[in-house]
């Protein structure tokens, strides 16, 4: 069965950091990408970062470009997200997803983490 553990969140300060950490068990499981996702209470989960596994291509969102970084260390099957310059606006529970290739929307989800900045 394929899992998805996020880790990392917590409650910081604004203007501090934050690494979350996302890792796919079991380790033979093989995805086209992972992707990183936030939802705040009473809307839609939106997205936030995405890396290609095997060329490490990464897309962002507009609102995080230039603060967050996606990466990813294939040996360990694990996603990162290094979130800089944190906002209260960031405030969310942040999901980790999978998908299996570029043709299928993430099928995917980890747990989520709640991640919360105070002004």
């Known amino acids: 069965q394929v899992q998805l553990v996020e880790s990392g969140g917590g409650l910081v300060q604004a203007g501090d950091s934050l690494r979350l950490s996302c890792a796919a068990s079991p380790r033979t499981f093989s995805f086209y990408a992972m992707g990183w996702f936030r939802q705040v209470l009473g809307k839609e989960r939106v997205f936030v970062a995405s890396i290609t596994w095997s060329s490490g291509t990464t897309y962002y969102a507009d609102s995080v470009k230039g603060r967050f970084t996606i990466s990813r260390d294939i040996s360990k099957n694990t996603a990162y997200l290094q979130m800089n310059n944190l906002e209260p606006g960031d405030t969310a529970v942040y999901y980790c997803?999978?998908?299996?290739?570029?043709?299928?929307?993430?099928?995917?989800w980890g747990q989520g983490t709640q991640v919360t900045v105070s002004s």
């Open positions: 997803a999978a998908r299996r290739n570029a043709y299928n929307n993430y099928g995917y």
